[in-house]
């Protein structure tokens, strides 16, 4: 009697124990299922955000490039010419580094944060 009173109660421990486990094997997926969406989204914002960098150090390095020949160009024959490369160049640099700055800032974004 006191053998079968003892092998029930470890029966129901044994089941009790199998519950636990259960749960935490489901919260576990849960949370890896939760971490592997997190990682999705910020490799989505990383390669939008790569997209938009490179465009930004290109246009940056086309715009400087011509403010520097513009530059060159002042004080001689080509005076005319070197202050338009200067404006444009200048302004080319500065959308550029707009660019860059604005691939930050989407790598930045979260779900849910709204855009400023």
């Given at each position: ?92 640099g500065v959308i550029g ?20």
């Amino acid at each position: 009697m006191r053998i079968a009173f003892f092998l029930l109660l470890m029966s129901c421990g044994s089941v009790l124990s199998w519950g636990q486990t259960s749960h935490s094997m489901d919260s576990l997926k849960r949370e890896i299922i939760e971490l592997n969406l997190r990682v999705d989204a910020i490799d989505l914002r990383m390669e939008r955000s790569k997209s938009r960098f490179q465009a930004g150090i290109l246009v940056s390095t086309v715009g400087y490039s011509t403010t520097i020949a513009g530059g060159l160009m002042l004080g001689r024959e080509n005076d005319q010419l070197g202050q338009a490369l200067l404006l444009a160049g200048g302004a080319t640099g500065v959308i550029g580094t707009y660019l860059l700055t604005d691939a930050f800032r989407i790598l930045g974004n979260k779900k849910g944060r709204k855009r400023r």
